[in-house]
């Protein structure tokens, strides 16, 4: 598979994984301090949470999760099981939380919790035996998990050990995303399939059949050196630019943004970068990340809703990513040997936004070249649809158009929202509003992301108003 980058719900493209309209909420991460915040987000009071301790505990546990199954997969060395035992500890929190209040630690809780468990798993079974004197010392030289959360960097050990582990060259491409995406980035069957283009029973296929086989296998979890984990760094590369993408553009539900999602693919692709300092697109993917969560803090408005490229607060993007992306992107050439790869390009052409003081300023003729390299590089239907709005802002959309209806016949893009959106665009600025309007409301009807569903309504609204006053 090659990267899927998803263009902007107008030409207004905010690239990133390319991905969707820009928006994100008032007071975002402060330029000084960088993007990750130093709060836990499963301790964040919300009204509506409190009042549904049921709701608060399954978003504690879907921002946790990840962290959990890693942790647990270390002792029991199987993802599947690991999976079961972290749902086992979603169980108890349901039954006690609720009786017994929030614990101040909710996502050390759960993963004490599912340890334990697996403990208890361990000892049932003979063959662990060994394994389980290691595991007792273990808990013995940390102390109560309840009291203390685990060392940050112990956590980010064992995510990327999962990330490896569910990239083994023994599943196919496919099924290593697709299984990475379920455990790492705690997506949804219907989110994965969404990100792939894929049928949903397909994927859940992909997913259970990907787990029996790493048990089977008895596939280490582990991070491997040498040219073992260069075998697998493409499908880790691809998973962490996914997992990123979701939260950059969520496919489906009421906000736009997860920034949770974003946080871990680009740690995640920070520390991979410090294990694989030669490698040019692991500093390439660190470059795109940087550059597109510089924005966060513009992408949406204050009630949430979407702000497109044109219209953010370019003095309020942070200038500290910024600066740490163009360091990354200078490593990834430095580092290349020949022509760049998918992910530099893609991180020169947020490069190019970045340089940009205001959107008039921006260098669409630039982009639109690069596009047509990272069209050759990594052909896709997705990359042809980026290019279009791209030639639309440097050379108008009448020749975007020719693209983009070349490519309504794509099987690929047959569902995908952001094609019609694109052409509804397109079709406005020539004027053709009934038309465009009828794209809007085509995409609107596709999309699975209630803000992005109202943003198209809207557009659709316009058009129907410029075509009142037209006659």
Not at 311 to 333: K, M
Not at 393 to 409: K, Q
Request: charged content about 30%; some cysteine.
């Amino acid at each position: 598979m090659t990267p899927q980058p998803t263009t902007d719900s107008t030409p207004d493209p905010d690239p990133a994984p390319e991905g969707g309209p820009d928006p994100a909420p008032e007071g975002g991460p402060d330029p000084e301090r960088g993007p990750v915040s130093e709060r836990d987000p499963a301790s964040e009071k919300n009204p509506d949470t409190e009042k549904n301790p049921d709701t608060a505990i399954e978003t504690v546990f879907r921002i946790e999760s990840p962290r959990v199954i890693a942790g647990v997969a270390r002792i029991v060395r199987d993802v599947g099981i690991a999976e079961e035992l972290a749902q086992d500890a979603l169980v108890a929190a349901l039954e006690q939380w609720p009786r017994d209040g929030v614990p101040d630690n909710p996502g050390a809780w759960l993963t004490a919790t599912a340890k334990h468990r697996a403990i208890d798993l361990v000892r049932r079974r003979e063959r662990y035996a060994r394994k389980l004197a290691e595991v007792g010392r273990d808990l013995e030289a940390a102390g109560p998990y309840l009291d203390q959360p685990s060392d940050p960097d112990d956590i980010d050990d064992d995510l990327l050990r999962l990330v490896f582990t569910a990239c083994h060259p023994v599943l196919s491409a496919e099924a290593r995303i697709a299984l990475t995406l379920r455990l790492l980035g705690g997506l949804t069957t219907t989110e994965i399939a969404r990100a792939f283009l894929t049928p949903e029973p397909t994927i859940a296929q992909r997913v259970v059949r990907a787990k029996r086989t790493l048990a089977t296998k008895n596939v280490a979890f582990e991070v491997p050196y040498g040219p073992d984990r260069e075998a697998r760094l493409d499908s880790v590369l691809e998973v962490i630019y996914l997992i990123f993408n979701e939260g950059y553009a969520a496919t489906a539900g009421d906000d736009l943004l997860r920034p949770a999602l974003c946080e871990d693919a680009l740690r995640l692709a920070r520390v991979l970068a410090q294990l694989m300092p030669k490698e040019p697109e692991v500093h390439g993917l660190v470059a795109l990340l940087e550059l597109q969560e510089s924005r966060a803090a513009t992408r949406t408005g204050p009630a949430g809703e979407p702000v497109l490229l044109r219209d953010q607060d370019r003095r309020r993007w942070n200038r500290l990513l910024i600066a740490r992306g163009f360091t990354a992107l200078g490593r990834a050439t430095a580092a290349a040997h020949g022509a760049p790869g998918p992910y530099a390009l893609q991180a020169a052409i947020a490069a190019c936004h970045a340089q940009a003081h205001t959107y008039e300023e921006t260098d669409w003729p630039r982009i639109a070249t690069l596009y047509a390299l990272l069209a050759a590089r990594a052909p896709s239907p997705v990359v042809e649809l980026n290019r279009a709005v791209a030639v639309s802002m440097a050379e108008g959309p009448g020749a975007a158009l020719e693209i983009v209806d070349g490519l309504t016949a794509e099987p690929a893009l047959r569902d995908y929202h952001l094609l019609p959106s694109v052409r509804g665009d397109l079709l406005r600025r020539l004027g053709r509003t009934e038309e465009a309007r009828a794209e809007f409301l085509r995409a609107a009807g596709l999309t699975r992301n209630e803000r992005e569903r109202e943003l198209l309504l809207a557009r659709a609204e316009e058009d129907d108003r410029g075509a009142g006053e037209e006659g």
